[in-house]
T-cell receptor, first 116, second 115 residues
Framework: ETGVTQTPRHLVMGMTNKKSLKCEQH?????MYWYKQSAKKPLELMFV???????ENNSVPSRFSPECPNSSHLFLHLHTLQPEDSALYLC???????????????FGSGTRLTVV | AQTVTQSQPEMSVQEAETVTLSCTYD???????LFWYKQPPSRQMILVIR??????QNATENRFSVNFQKAAKSFSLKISDSQLGDTAMYFC????????????FGKGNQVVVIP
């Protein structure tokens, strides 16, 4: 475990379902991120939260809805997804401002999402 | 926007041998971080090594070392004495120090260590 915990590890959902992905970190980080990882593609940054405020939304469809209730928790609410949304969803955290030496993103193990 | 390019899709290496992964990037920033991340089949994205662009000395971390050529915008990773546990996807990543410090990733290199 790296300090970033994602649940569930696997999720299968129908196109009409509503589900949520959860991410939790207790590393003292104040920025959190959702990434989508599809086969044969670079990681795609979806959302960025800095100090619990959404600062970036990279043209993500509205069927993905993030929520950051505090600096330790991040959610991704899913509804009416499409089969092409099947992917590995990774959460990461970092310090908002790089300090000297130990800056970097810490990732969770991801949620493998399959939309049927 | 920054772009990161990794051009060797899959590489095989014998156990105990050395393998080098290449990475180039494009940026107008002068201060930034470069990273190599490893993603084994367990899916955990693990930080392997980090380089600050203002440091001329190449970073090393046990069997992992980098060759950082700032002028050429090149950042290669050398894995020495390869072990079976090194089998993974390796991602090169870039983050500017100031302003938008988002990580930009390359597409990844698959490394397979053969016994």
């Amino acid at each position: 475990e790296t300090g970033v915990t994602q649940t569930p590890r696997h999720l299968v959902m129908g196109m009409t379902n509503k589900k949520s992905l959860k991410c939790e970190q207790h590393l003292g980080h104040n920025a959190m991120y959702w990434y989508k990882q599809s086969a044969k593609k670079p990681l795609e940054l979806m959302f960025v939260y800095s100090l619990e405020e959404r600062v970036e939304n990279n043209s993500v469809p509205s069927r993905f809805s993030p929520e950051c209730p505090n600096s330790s928790h991040l959610f991704l609410h899913l509804h009416t997804l499409q089969p092409e949304d099947s992917a590995l969803y990774l959460c990461a955290s970092s310090l908002q401002v790089p300090g000297d030496g130990d800056y970097g993103y810490t990732f969770g193990s991801g949620t493998r999402l399959t939309v049927v | 926007a920054q772009t990161v390019t990794q051009s060797q899709p899959e590489m095989s290496v014998q156990e105990a041998e050395t393998v080098t992964l290449s990475c180039t990037y494009d940026t107008s920033e002068s201060n930034y971080y470069l990273f190599w991340y490893k993603q084994p089949p367990s899916r955990q994205m693990i930080l392997v090594i980090r380089q600050e662009a203002y440091k001329q000395q190449n970073a090393t971390e046990n069997r992992f070392s980098v060759n950082f050529q700032k002028a050429a915008k090149s950042f290669s990773l050398k894995i020495s004495d390869s072990q079976l546990g090194d089998t993974a996807m390796y991602f090169c990543a870039f983050a500017p120090i100031y302003g938008n410090n988002r990580l930009a990733f390359g597409k990844g290199n698959q490394v397979v260590v053969i016994p």
